[in-house]
């Protein structure tokens, strides 16, 4: 039952708590050995926490998953993996990740243990709700930035950051379930009841919001924000982040995709190129002065 049990963890999706390290980043301490090797310990406690936590939801979904066409595969849904394995694993990650958490810091515990309890709130409950679905979403990556700045205790961590996060977490969430809604149609409530609440035209003026609500926020950070370089170099970085936001928006609109945001970004090679050539440039802006 192993392998099918790191599958129901979906490694692949652990990539969304890279943003843990953002802190490390933009606080200019990612060449620090104490703050690197800390922010790497949260990133494997994120990645158990985000694991035990889609084997919740899978058990919980596991029916409406066996009429989805892809999630169908899926080791608890297919039936490779008893949900009774899965919930006691999660138990098991559940009762050691938090007292592991608060060795390494006691602030980026209380954010692990408010992270844990706000997935599977969500599992449960907050994904049945309207709108608070998609922000619940987006409050995970934010916890998981915010468990950064715990991590590396950053003190010139712009607070601009904390809303480029939430809008580009909202625009992934409203993307994905624009997603599910093309790709299932009529019958996209059996699937996640919550799709019932929305309609394509909705969601893509949500889209439009977030997206214009990023860009705007992002550019404000580059040239407002008191610990980057005086020269607003940063601001060079504007054309890279259009970019990525375009190609996304081509991919959901024109490709179809957008379903698993970890997917699409390593399989579509511009996108991914883009968001290289972003992570290296702000590297260079900050760290070469």
């Not at 008893?82 to 954010?111: E, R, T």
């Not at 909202?170 to 809604?181: C, K, P, Q």
């Not at 404000?220 to 060079?236: D, E, G, V």
């Amino acid at each position: 039952m192993v392998l099918p049990l790191i599958k129901a963890m979906r490694p692949k999706q652990w990539l969304k708590n890279v943003f843990v390290f953002a802190a490390l980043v933009f606080d200019e301490k990612l060449f620090q050995p104490e703050p690197l090797v800390k922010t790497i310990f949260g990133f494997l406690i994120f990645c158990l926490l985000s694991g035990a936590v889609y084997l919740i939801n899978d058990v919980v979904d596991a029916e409406k998953d066996r009429r989805h066409p892809t999630k169908r595969f899926r080791p608890i849904a297919s039936g490779e993996l008893k949900p009774q394995v899965a919930i006691a694993v999660a138990a098991f990650i559940g009762v050691i990740a938090p007292p592991l958490s608060f060795l390494v810091d006691f602030y980026f515990g209380l954010i692990a243990v408010g992270y844990l309890a706000t997935m599977i709130a969500y599992c449960f409950w907050l994904k049945n709700i309207v709108i608070v679905d998609v922000f619940t979403v987006a409050a995970g990556f934010v916890l998981r930035v915010a468990a950064g700045v715990a991590l590396v205790q950053a003190e010139r961590f712009s607070p601009w950051l904390y809303i480029c996060t939430t809008l580009l977490a909202l625009f992934i969430s409203i993307s994905r379930r624009r997603h599910e809604m093309v790709l299932l149609k009529e019958s996209a409530n059996e699937h996640r009841a919550i799709l019932n609440e929305y309609n394509l035209r909705l969601l893509d003026e949500m889209i439009v919001i977030v997206t214009s609500s990023t860009i705007v926020a992002y550019s404000l950070y580059t040239f407002s924000a008191p610990n980057l370089p005086p020269n607003h170099t940063m601001m060079l970085t504007i054309p890279l982040v259009l970019y990525c936001l375009f190609r996304y928006l081509y991919l959901i609109h024109v490709r179809g995709e957008g379903g698993a945001p970890e997917e699409v970004i390593l399989k579509d090679m511009p996108l991914l190129g883009g968001l290289l050539l972003w992570g290296i440039a702000v590297i260079a802006i900050l760290y070469i002065q």
